[in-house]
Structure formats: structure tokens, C-alpha cells
């Protein structure tokens, strides 16, 4: 037994200094193979005296598990060093180009409409549509806006046809005549949507966008509008004070009207919303005209609310910091490259407008 | 509308000052545009500095001067003075200005041959001093100047009004004074009374004739004799040139100036010019006259003109003729103060595109009971600068003018604008605005002011207490959160959806005009009419766009010249089918230009073809919840793309409408548009032909049904006719045994050496798997042979051993 611990030892030394796989696995044939040191002490167990046997076969057991351990740990220490040095071999420059990706882009003007659907549908607005293509009924006539009327003259519209009768819709408004047709009071809709005039200029396209406001119930006041509107411009630019102004005004289609505007100052060039002593007009708004409510078959002496109109590019504008309305519409691949938003950018209420 | 504050001082008693004033305007709902000095000729007068003075070739005693006026450039002057040497600090007035000594307008002109681009004034004709000798010479401190003003001129700050087109009477400044004093901004002071004596009649017949279409209702008028029309005195040149128009002669400045005051527009005729009688009467088609503008009309019928035995002096209330005006020689006048149809002014100068101060004030509707006290101002105003004695006045008059009468609710108030306010209030504001009132317990019966023609019903006096009382009384109420109905409807819902997925493939959205321009419009027109615009805002924005692609692809063209080589645009939005309201369908409309890999150090180059765009048309559909494996591929599309490499997707084989289009755009369309790219996809999705789907998500989960026994892949090369669509191989497989072929993957496709002309190699993978057992050689030999023998049988291809 004295032997074969020193036999032990030896190996184990051996052990500690042999470096590759090949003489392991000899040192491990000479060990435990057929005819291995370890494996002859155990044929010799049958030889050794009943009393000693079982210290016998405890101790070589003990020696053949040292080894065993010895030999796996030897064996993975040195396949460690191996796939190191080999995965050493393998790097690479991963300052080269990732393989190329890209990315979408939305509008500015549908990133600010999904911000306004979702402030409204905070507060209970459906969004309803309506055509491009309008009647002048609709557009004008049913809007409380005669034929006769220099109102009329505020719209440079555009025409189909040469009796005037189909048109571009000049504003968004109809949407709220074609609502009420086909339905029945209350109402609580929002309206986004394209809309043309024969105008052109930096601050002027011929076609432009708006969101039509609407709600009418019974005792819908001027203090809701107030408080809607309110409600909606905080929340859109994203401001905790904000210094608003209601300014009467004339719409044929509301009754009494106004406009709102609201305080900017320009810090270091930049537009800032909310406060400073300078007045921006946004929107325009009113009670519904009842001349408006008898054309679409709603009782004024029973229902009442109202109307908003507002220019969703123009909001887009001051929000973001863009200049120029033209180049919302002329497709320049680096201004929607700057101007646009990601699509998984979803403005949501819980998850909050912008980012 | 153009005022001073003075001005209006004259019909407002008021202790508050400018800024106080300015303020109320706005909170009473007259929107002030600008509150500016106004404009002044001496602004013309500039301190200049002479850089180099050069004998004039041909005369001896004058010089060419380069003159330093501030700009990047001299300019040059003739000048006559001794004193105009080089170095010299003086006044320059250029083309335009009038000089104060003789009001003469400079211009610029040849003297002796050299033309002179303004004048260097002496301190006389700056009515400086009399000093005529020399050109002003200025000191060395004028060196900053050079550029700026000369004159510190101190003319009156203008208030611009932007007055909506319900409130006429704001057209005046009495009208302003008048809502200012309702607001308490002070009191509206009395009109002084006439001291005019007027003891002879009015001598020129008038007769409005009574017609269908009459455009006139009361014609008042006055002669006045022996007057001498002049330059106008100072304080009337000042106003006039405060509102930025040029003085003319006393009697029409006058007349202008009651027009703005009383916003009373009245016309003065040169009486001796009158043939006879005055006639208003509606016009025949083709008269003709000559307008103040120096413009000949030629009229339709039925205008309302003012007339004598020789024809037209004027379209009434629009403008005046040149055959009865005045002239400063003028001895006798005819001053008209009359009342035009608003509807007839708006019909006639819409068909004569005539706009006029007249015209403009009297379709909005003018006081009909204003003519006696037009009449009187001017007339007073006349004799005073002008002299001459003014006849009784003459007042026509088809029917007698009603006064409207509206009852009012005192409650509809606080209902419509949600607070309250006392009726004493209530009707101190209305009182004050020029109604008449008679008080019941609940209501108020009210004679309304007859320059208001806006107001007719209850909702009307609800405005004006509200906007005198002050908007800032209404409360601001927080929202409730109650909900009628879902924000988005399900195609709502589809557009948003799209709109993002098309976007997150790397495609930029864009929003290009709902017009087009129609010769672009032409190649992708397809079946539809071409729908003109019949006033485009240009020639090349003339058609509403019967699809996305003609302005997708010119602005992608315009990025290309910039020298972008790879683009992804889409658009989502309106196409148009026809003229009708409704007539639109809601297209997406997606362009990819050049190549899908460039510059890349692992891939090889390679251009974007109709795979790429295949691949996103049903990316975007399975994205937007449709299964793929449903989707029919036909290879019919619209001619403008390439017809070998395009295609159309069903949602189904019961559709007969497409849902979407995808493929490379035709050759020649490139061509044509010269759009310089390696390749050119594009795609389109109709988001009104997807069908609805009846159940929402949460109703289609079906149950969640799996295979764990072994799958098995075998692979399968068939030689085929090259007509056989990769398709219809799929489907043949996939329909022999729909529980077992789980899927059916094509993943070579050859044609050429070793394989027949005709033909073409497919080599596809199918997995099989049983949901019931592991299969084992015998059943998976069963299916592969059935699977050769099918498709050999149905398609005639053979299998490549």
C-alpha cells in the first residue's frame, strides 16, 4: 500500500507538469488501462486478508478517485487553454460596419396627427373623415355660408367644375355637416384631414392640413370649449403653464366665435410655447352657428356645443422647430431624414407623446 | 382698415392711453394687425455722401456725381450745384420722391445725354431755408448716417384693423369709437350739428327706375355751386397720407375721408358734366364706359350703373367714371350718398374683377340710414375748404327701410357662454352698442341698429354681450372623460397600422399634393378620366392624382438629380376615381430606388428588384394580420410596371379586387421621366379593398394546437415547363395531404446547361409531420413517392435523379 501512494504522488507530480492532452491520456492507460497500476492494485484485493480489505479497498479507492480527479481537471484546464487560444485566432475587427439596416421614417404632419387623435381620445373624441372632394353645399352653403357672402372671399377654393359646384374642400368643416347628416346627437368627433386653397406662399401651400373639433350635446358651453381647448394645448406641446386668450372673432358657421392665441417668447432663435409676452393665433373656434344645426337636422333648442378648427402643419411647426410649410410637402430626402419620427415612436397616452 | 389714434379721438372721449386702447380692440374682437408710425414723404430724403464728382461731358456747368446712398452700390446724380464736390455729406432723394418746394415727382432722366438716378437737394427745395445756392452740406457726424432717414419724422402711429366680414360698421371709425365706449373705454361723443344753410333745390333730376334686379334702393343727393376745388389744407392731406393713400384734389380727398369716418361712401360727379338727368338703372350688355382706374368696362346686363342721356357715368357703388369727374377746374358738383344691394355690388364687380373701398364696404352692407348724415359732413367739409353754397338734399328712395327687430332670452346667455351676468349689465352693453330696447321680466325686445346688418336672431346679441363683457370671464371647464365610442374604426385602425409597417421597412413617408401634374399623371392613369382642376394654382399642379406614384416618382427623381442613389419613399393617402364627393379610394404608394446592397465589404452589389418589393407588399399585409399562406399572387399589374416582373395580391381566390400591386416600374416610364437610378420598385396597397374581418384579435386566437413527433425534410428537383408558376407547384404539394406536408420551401430554381430550353429546375424542401405518430421509413417513402408521382401527373415535370 506504502508503494502505491508513492506511485501516487509520482503521478500527481507528473500530473501538475505534463501540458498536453496525449500524455494525460497515456499517464491515464498506465493508471487505469487493462493492465494500469490502479486497476492491478484492485486484482489484488481478493489476496489481501479479511481485516485489512476493506482499509485496502477504502484507500485505493481514495488514491483512484485523486487521480480520476486530478486527470479530468488536467484534461479540462488544458481544453480550456486550447479553445481560448483558438478563439484568440478568431477575432475580428468589430469596429467594421454592422451589416446595413434601415430605418423608416414618418411625417411630421401624420406623427402630429396620431399626438392629436391620442390627446382627444383621452378626453372621449372619435375621429371621423370625410372627402377631399366636397360639394359646395357642403363646404359652404350648409356652413351657414351663402353664396352672396364675403366670407366666401376669406376661401380662394378650388374648382372642378365650371358651375362651382364641386370643389376641393377648403377646410375641414364639412366633415362636421356629413357627422351630423348621418347620425344623431351627441356628438364628440375629431376630424383630421387635407385641405386646399388657390394660395401659395412661404407661409401659404395649396394644400394643408386641419383637425375639425366637435361636440354637441345638450348644455355644451363656451366654458367646455374653453376647457377642451385648454386641455388639448397643454397637453400637445407639452407645457405645464400655459398663458392662453380667447379673442372674439366671426366665423359664418360658429356663433359667438373666437380665436385663440397663445404666449411665445423667442429664446436664442428658437420659438419657446407657453409663456413670454408675445400672442400667437392657433386655432379658431366657436359655438355652432343654429343656422348650421337646422341644415343638418339638430334642434338648437334642444342640443348645443362646438367647433374647432385648427392647423395641424402649423402646430407641427411651432412644436418641432420647423420653418418653412412648403417643405412639409416637397419631399427632400434629408429634411424627412431630420423632420421625421420613428415608426415605432407611437405617440400614446401611457406611454407619453414624444419622446 | 387704416386709422390714427387722434382720428379716433375724435368720436371717443377716452383718459386711457395708446396701449390701453390697442388692448381693448382685441378683447372687443377688432384684431389689430399692426400698430405703426405711418409713412411719410420726407422718408425719401437720405444723407448721402458724394464718392467722386466728374465734369459732365456735355455741359459745362454740370457734374456727374457717384453718390454712396448706404447700398452695396453708388448711384449716380447729375448735379448742377458748385458745391457738389467729392467727400461731401448731403441729401439724397431718389426716383419717386417729391420735393417739398414744388412737389415735383423726381424720376429718373437723361440730362444731356447721362442719365441721373435722383437728385442732390438744396436746403430750399427742403424748405430748410432759402439757401438755393448749393446743394445742403452736412458735417463729418452725418458719416453713420449715410443710408439712413434725413428727416426725423414724427407722423402719427396707424392702427391696421383686420375687420371680419360681419362687422361694416367697424369700416368707420365712429363704428370703432362706438364699440369701444360699449366696452367702457370712454364715451362716444355727439356728431356736432350741420350749420349748413341750404335754400335752393337740388336742380338735376334723379329717378331710380324701378326694375327687376334694381341694385339701388335710395339715391340722396346734393349740388353744390360755385365751388373751387384745390389742393386739400394740410390737416386732410395728413390723414389721408396717415392711411397710406395720395392726396388728390379737396372734393375727392373729402369724400374719401367721410368714407373712412362714417364709413359713408360717397361720390362726387362734376356736375356741368351731366347730361340732363341722372338714371339709375340696370345696364344692357355692351355699354360700355371708362372707369376712374382708366380702365374701359364693357358691361353685361343688368349691373346697377348710374346714368345720363349719354350713357354710364358709373357702376353704382363700385366705382365712378372718368367722363362726370372731378377736376381741380370743377365749379359745380353732384355729391351722391347712396344705398347698393350688397348682393348686386358683390355679383357685378365679381364679373368685372373690380375692387374698390366702395365696393369692398358696400357688399358688406352699408347703413342705409347713413345717407343725410354723409351728405351733411362732406357737404359742411366742402363749403368749408372749397367754398360755394350746397342746394337741399334730394333723397330717392324705391321702398322705405325697415327696422329689424329681434326678442331676446335674457337666459339663453348664461346657456350659450355657460356664466351670468346682471341684466342691468346685459342691457347697459346693448344699450350702449345703439339698440333700442324694451324691457320684459325674462326677455328683451330689441329695435337693432340699423348699420348692423350682421345681427338677425337671438345667438347674435349673445355674441355681442359676450365679446363686450370680455372673454376672459368665460370659464375654462377641465374635460370629461367620457367615452361615445372608439376613437379609430377598424380601416382607421388598418391605415395607422400600415402607414407604420410600410414606414419600419426603411421606407420614408412622405405627404406630396393631392394634384398633379396631368402629363406625369397620364402614365399611371390607367382606366380612370382625367379630373381637371379648372383653376389650378399651376400649370403643373392641374389634375387631382388618380394615383400616388406621379408625384411619389417625380420627387424621387428631383432626390436622385440631388445625388441620392438609394430611396424608399411612400405616401399614404387619396387617389382619386372621379369628380363625385366619395369618388377616392385610400392608396399606399411606395418607390424604392437603386440598389439593395452598395459599398458593402461583405455583400456583393446587387439592385433592388421585384422580390424586394414582393417581399414588403406581404410583410406588410401578414403584418397587418392576414396569414400568408391565404394570399393569392396573380402576375397581372397596372402597365406601368415592368409586365414580366410585377404582380397583384388577392386576399383570397373569391376576391376580384386586388389588394395590392408590387413590381419593377416600366422600363419606359424611367425612361421617360430620365430618372438616372440602377433600378427602380415600387409597390401600392388598397386599404379599401381589404375586407373587414368580422372578429376582432382577441376572437380569432384559435386553440393553440401542436407536433411534438419527428419531422421530416426531404428535398425534391423537378424538371418543368418553364411556363409552370413556382406556385402552382406549391400548391400541388401542399394539396396532397394538407395534415401531413407542413411546409413547402422553394429553394432553387434553374435554367440552363442540362436542362431543355423550355424547361426549368425547381428544387424544393418539404417538411412532413404526422400529429398523430413518429413516421417511420415506410410511411415517409409512402408520402415522398406520392408526392413525385402527383405532381409529375398534374404538371407534367419529372423529377431530376
Partial sequence: ?355 | MKFTIDWLKQHLDTDLNDKEIINNLTNVGLEVESFENAPSELDDFIVAKIINAQQHPNADRLRVCDVDIGKSETVKVVCGAPNAKKGLFTVYAGPGAIIPKNQMKLSISKIRGVTSYGMLCSEAELKLSDDSEGITELSEKYKEKIGKKYFDTKTPKVVDLSITPNRPDCLGVRGIARDLAAAGVGSLKKIKDSKLNQNFDQDLKVTIKKEKKQGCTIFGSCLIRGVSNKESPQWLKDKIVSLGQKPISAIVDITNYVMIDLNRPLHAYDADKVSKEIIVRNSKKGETFEALDNKKYSLDDDMCVISDHSGVLGLGGIIGGTRSGTELETKNIILESAYFLPRSIRKTSKLLNIDTDAKFRFERGIDPKSIEAGLIKAADLIKEVCGGEVSKFDIQRLEEEKTNKVKFEISLFEKITGFKIEKKEIIKIIFNLGFKIKENKESLDLEIPSWRPDITQPIDIVEEIVRIKGYEHIQTLTPEKSRLKPTLNRQQKLFHFLQRSVASKGFYETVTWSFADSKINNLFREKYNEIKIVNPISSDLNVLRNSIFPNLIFYLKKNVDRGFKDLSFFEIGPVFSGTKPGEQLTVIGALQAGKYFRLNWQETERNVDVFDAKRDTIQTIVEAGFSKNKLIIKDQAPSYYHPGKSGSVFLSTEEDKPIAFFGEIHPNIVKKLDIKTDALIGFEIYLDYFKETKKKLKDQKSQFKYSDYQKSERDFAFVIDKKIKAQDLIDIIVSIDKDLIKNVKVFDVYEGENIPKDKKSIALNVTVQSSEKTLNEKDLEKINNLIISTVESKSGAKIRS
Fill in chain 1, 1 to 355: 500500500m506504502s508503494d502505491i501512494k508513492k506511485i501516487k504522488d509520482g503521478y500527481l507530480n507528473k500530473l501538475d507538469k505534463d501540458q498536453n492532452i496525449e500524455s494525460i491520456n497515456q499517464i491515464k492507460t498506465e493508471l487505469f488501462g487493462k493492465n494500469g497500476i490502479v486497476s492491478n492494485e484492485f486484482k489484488k484485493l481478493g489476496l489481501v486478508s479479511q481485516e485489512e480489505r476493506k482499509k485496502f479497498a477504502s484507500d485505493l479507492n481514495f488514491i483512484k478517485e485523486e487521480l480520476q480527479n486530478k486527470i479530468t481537471s488536467k484534461i479540462e484546464e488544458i481544453e480550456t487553454k486550447e479553445i481560448n487560444l483558438k478563439l484568440e485566432n478568431e477575432k475580428v475587427d468589430v469596429t467594421l460596419p454592422e451589416r446595413d439596416f434601415k430605418q423608416g421614417k414618418i411625417h411630421p404632419v401624420s406623427q402630429v396627427i396620431d399626438e392629436i387623435s391620442s390627446i382627444f381620445s383621452e378626453i372621449g373624441f372619435s375621429v371621423e373623415e370625410g372627402p377631399d372632394v366636397e360639394n359646395e353645399y357642403n363646404n359652404f352653403t350648409a356652413l351657414n355660408t351663402p353664396d352672396n357672402h364675403p366670407a366666401r372671399d376669406m376661401h380662394d377654393t378650388f374648382y372642378l367644375d365650371e358651375k362651382k359646384e364641386l370643389l376641393l374642400r377648403t377646410h375641414t368643416s364639412p366633415v362636421q355637416v356629413r357627422t351630423m347628416l348621418k347620425g344623431k346627437p351627441p356628438f364628440k368627433i375629431i376630424a383630421p384631414g387635407r385641405t386646399y386653397r388657390s394660395d401659395s406662399d412661404q407661409t401659404h401651400a395649396p394644400m394643408f392640413h386641419q383637425v375639425e373639433g366637435l361636440h354637441i350635446d345638450k348644455d355644451i358651453n363656451m366654458g367646455h370649449l374653453k376647457g377642451c381647448l385648454n386641455y388639448f394645448i397643454k397637453e400637445f406641446f407639452e407645457v405645464d403653464k400655459l398663458k392662453m386668450r380667447f379673442r372674439p372673432s366671426h366665423f359664418p358657421f360658429t356663433e359667438p366665435s373666437a380665436e385663440v392665441d397663445i404666449g411665445y417668447e423667442i429664446k436664442d432663435g428658437k420659438i419657446i410655447i407657453g409663456e413670454g409676452d408675445k400672442w400667437l393665433e392657433i386655432l379658431g373656434c366657436g359655438m355652432v352657428h343654429p343656422n348650421v344645426l337646422k341644415n343638418v337636422n339638430v334642434d338648437p333648442s334642444k342640443f348645443q356645443g362646438y367647433a374647432f378648427g385648427i392647423g395641424i402643419d402649423r402646430l407641427g411647426m411651432l412644436k418641432y422647430g420647423i420653418n418653412d410649410l412648403r417643405a412639409f410637402f416637397e419631399t427632400d430626402y434629408r429634411w424627412l431624414s431630420h423632420f421625421g419620427f420613428d415608426p415605432l415612436d407611437v405617440p400614446s397616452s401611457y406611454r407619453g407623446l414624444s419622446r
